[in-house]
């Protein structure tokens, strides 16, 4: 089991940066796949970033690529995600999940929420233009 928690979400103007972090507690990241969702108001939510287990392939959707970054800190036990060059269509609350069942690995993806087992809270973002 681990618990996730988010944190560095506030407003920024658009062309700006944000860098989000997740704690957790439990299970070190490097032990499972872990990713970032986000869903803004009156959308679904959607998958951003991933990073995998056991090879730390990343995947990101095409909204984002080239713009945002995930990487983890085993060290501190952290995930994550440097968000560059901000839209106001990146305004939206942010997730941090993890798969610890290995779903993510026997099903070759990283972008349906429903393989990930673990949620935080989530942390919002909001960009003005």
């Known amino acids: 089991q681990v618990l996730l928690a988010e944190s560095g979400g506030g407003l920024v103007q658009a062309g700006g940066s944000v860098r989000l972090s997740c704690a957790a507690s439990?299970?070190?990241?490097?032990?499972?796949?872990a990713g970032w969702f986000r869903q803004a108001p009156g959308k679904e939510r959607e998958f951003v970033a991933a990073i995998g287990w056991p090879d730390g392939r990343t995947d990101y959707a095409d909204s984002v690529k080239g713009r945002f970054t995930i990487s983890r800190d085993s060290t501190k036990n952290t995930l994550s995600l440097q968000m560059n060059s901000l839209k106001p269509e990146d305004t939206a609350v942010y997730y941090c999940?993890?798969?610890?069942?290995?779903?993510?690995?026997?099903?070759?993806?990283?972008?349906?929420?429903?393989?990930?087992?673990?949620w935080g809270q989530g942390t919002q973002v909001t960009v003005s233009s």
């Open positions: 999940a993890a798969d610890l069942a290995g779903n993510t690995y026997y099903s070759g993806t990283y972008r349906l929420m429903g393989l990930f087992d673990y």
């Open positions: 439990g299970r070190t990241f490097d032990a499972y796949a």
